[in-house]
């Protein structure tokens, strides 16, 4: 509250198991609620308190069902419901499955009783957010943007490492804590940036067709023989890691045709937004 004054709307679902001391959270605290037995336990112990309603859809991560509905009419009249969430998935089988699912919950909700007066929705296109505000006319739909503002237009932000120290090597002199090969003449950089920062670090992906599937098979391939990409860039040339990287700083390979770098020269830093840490943020 020192540094923001208005509520805060905490998306991670609040249950009473899992999060017994923040039963009591502060004023502008907006809880998520996903579960019949977490309604009940904040109608009964702090009755009047906002909360967002997030109900089940096909992503199935959490939610209430509509067979919940009817036995949470009683507690919720006890809360403060500032609306209900619908947290989509990414993908759809099938054209305006999305739309569909946004539209019949809306339905579920008004048929039991529960006014659907605002309605919080992720994952949807310009055009199926239109779509959706057209058909429930009466209802605010709220979008939720955090995938958009964290895997969004990459002009908008640079993440960059920082050369901690530089190193000439021969072809087959030994480096690294596993002792590999140098593959030809070259310099090792060391270079801010280990797997406490999320370099090294990716999420599991779906190869989607053949393509996909080639340069999964490729990567695999090439990791067996101990050669994986660096997410670290010089002068428009991604570096291989010369071993997996360390705890705080990465090893990388940098060709003998290559100008070596200065100590405390910056690298250009591909790493995925959502597992990313860094140690210093500017600009904001």
């Not at 540094?3 to 959270?25: C, D, G, I, K, Y």
């Not at 007066?117 to 992720?122: A, E, K, P, R």
């Amino acid at each position: 509250r020192e540094h923001f004054a208005r509520e805060v709307l905490v998306l991670s679902p609040w249950h009473p198991t899992l999060s017994p001391a923040e039963r009591n959270a502060s004023d502008s605290t907006i809880r998520t609620v996903a579960h019949p037995e977490a309604v009940v336990a904040l109608a009964k112990d702090q009755p009047g308190v906002p909360v967002v309603v997030e109900v089940l859809t096909s992503l199935r991560r959490h939610g209430v069902q509509p067979t919940d509905l009817e036995s949470l009419i009683r507690p919720l009249d006890e809360l403060d419901v500032r609306g209900f969430a619908l947290h989509l998935p990414l993908d759809e089988q099938g054209a305006g499955t999305k739309v569909k699912d946004v539209i019949s919950w809306a339905s579920r909700l008004t048929d039991a009783g529960l006014s659907p007066h605002t309605l919080w929705v992720s994952h949807l296109s310009a055009a199926e957010l239109a779509q959706v505000r057209t058909t429930l006319s009466t209802t605010t739909i709220k979008p939720r943007v955090g995938t958009q503002l964290w895997h969004g237009n990459r002009e908008h932000f640079a993440v960059n490492a920082t050369v901690l120290d530089v190193h000439e090597v021969a072809k087959g002199d030994r480096v690294g804590y596993r002792q590999q090969s140098a593959p030809k003449d070259g310099h090792v950089l060391v270079v801010s940036g280990g797997t406490f920062h999320g370099v090294g670090l990716e999420a599991p992906s779906v190869s989607r067709g053949l393509a996909g599937r080639g340069k999964a098979v490729a990567r695999t391939g090439l990791q067996a023989f101990g050669k994986a990409a660096s997410p670290f860039w010089l002068a428009g040339q991604r570096l291989w890691f010369a071993e997996p990287p360390h705890m705080q700083v990465s090893m990388v390979w940098l060709p003998g045709d290559m100008a070596a770098p200065e100590i405390g020269a910056p690298l250009t830093c591909q790493v995925r937004m959502t597992t990313a840490h860094f140690d210093e943020v500017f600009g904001l």
